[in-house]
């Protein structure tokens, strides 16, 4: 079973930018897609981002433009660029590994951005 850990989050002001990372105990390219969401409390789970096995990316609606997914296959990361951001960005950031016949997720990292 593929271990997902991801790093990054923390405190930032209204408007600074954060890079997460998701980091895989597996070879990225052992997954159909990895992506990333996030939970705000009281909130459900929303996608945010994937990112295929072939490099290819999509972004929900409400998150284009201030995000950017990316990977490094020689580290078995993948990345979320989050810019100009929000206090409406305040969640847990959670990254996911799917397979045909499996997800898995990571234990999520806490993002706060302070107005």
């Known amino acids: 079973q593929v271990q997902l850990v991801e790093s990054g989050g923390g405190l930032v002001q209204s408007g600074g930018s954060l890079r997460l990372s998701c980091a895989a105990s597996l070879s990225i390219f052992s997954f159909n897609a990895m992506g990333w969401y996030r939970q705000a409390p009281g909130k459900e789970r929303e996608l945010v981002a994937i990112?295929?096995?072939?490099?290819?990316?999509n972004y929900a609606d409400s998150m284009k433009g201030r995000f950017t997914i990316s990977r490094d296959a020689a580290k078995n990361t993948v990345y979320l660029q989050v810019d100009s951001l929000k206090p409406e960005d305040t969640a847990v950031y959670y990254c996911?590994?799917?397979?045909?016949?499996?997800?898995?997720w990571g234990q999520g990292t806490q993002v706060t951005v302070s107005s």
């Open positions: 990112i295929n096995s072939g490099g290819s990316t």
């Open positions: 996911n590994a799917q397979t045909w016949t499996r997800t898995s």
